[in-house]
Antibody, heavy 124, light 106 residues
Framework: QVQLVESGGGVVQPGRSLRLSCAAS????????MHWVRQAPGRGLEWVAV?????????YYADSVKGRFTVSRDNSKNTLYLQMNSLRAEDTAVYYC????????????????WGQGTLVTVSS | EIVLTQSPATLSLSPGERATLSCRAS??????LAWYQQKPGQAPRLLIY???NRATGIPARFSGSGSGTDFTLTISSLEPEDFAVYYC????????FGQGTKVEIK
């Protein structure tokens, strides 16, 4: 069965860095582009970043994190990462990794599996 | 950026009633729209994709319709477990979510 397990969250001061990890299992990780989505406390969902299946072709970011966050992956370890630098109070959120839906072999960027999320709190 | 606007913000209904949720896009997304359900403390759950296709394991009481800029999620008869927050999401141009509609018990 598909599992996504995030880790690395915690409390961090403004301006500092944090790296999140997402360990994937139960599917062919290296074949899927993967996404990060976040949710501030009591708020809605915000797409954060995406990385192509091979990690080298394409990486895209929301304007709110561009230049500060970097998405990467290690397909040998079935793990997705999010390096977050220059953190701000408004980055406080639960961060989810999410897998695209596979319909008849076509990967659609809707998310059929999500991790449990990891909470990042940016506060002095 | 395509903005998705959901209405109403809150829907107060009783079990057994019909729920109709709306999602309006700031520009056409064709049928590249999904609906999710989220309960407190849980990750979102995919209900509907490409506007009208139910995801695996989703009960038939959930249905989606629409195209272009106007979309609807209908829950034909609310079960107790359906009271939750619902989000729409588009994949036509980057990826954005609506702000959510809370379906609460009246």
């Amino acid at each position: 069965q598909v599992q996504l397990v995030e880790s690395g969250g915690g409390v961090v001061q403004p301006g500092r860095s944090l790296r999140l990890s997402c360990a994937a299992s139960g599917f062919t990780f290296r074949s899927y582009g993967m996404h990060w989505v976040r949710q501030a406390p009591g708020r809605g969902l915000e797409w954060v970043a995406v990385i192509s299946y091979d990690g080298s072709s394409n990486k895209y970011y929301a304007d709110s994190v561009k230049g500060r966050f970097t998405v990467s992956r290690d397909n040998s370890k079935n793990t997705l990462y999010l390096q977050m630098n220059s953190l701000r109070a408004e980055d406080t959120a639960v961060y989810y990794c999410a897998k695209p839906l596979n319909v008849a072999g076509i990967h659609l960027d809707y998310f059929d599996y999500w991790g449990q999320g990891t909470l990042v709190t940016v506060s002095s | 950026e395509i903005v998705l606007t959901q209405s109403p913000a809150t829907l107060s209904l009783s079990p057994g009633e019909r729920a109709t949720l709306s999602c309006r896009a700031s520009q056409s997304v064709s049928t590249f729209l999904a609906w999710y359900q989220q309960k407190p403390g849980q990750a979102p759950r995919l209900l509907i994709y490409d506007a009208s296709n139910r995801a695996t394991g989703i009960p038939a009481r959930f249905s989606g319709s629409g195209s272009g800029t106007d979309f609807t999620l209908t829950i034909s008869s609310l079960e107790p477990e359906d009271f939750a927050v619902y989000y729409c999401q588009q994949r036509s141009n980057w990826w954005t979510f609506g702000q959510g509609t809370k379906v609460e018990i009246k």
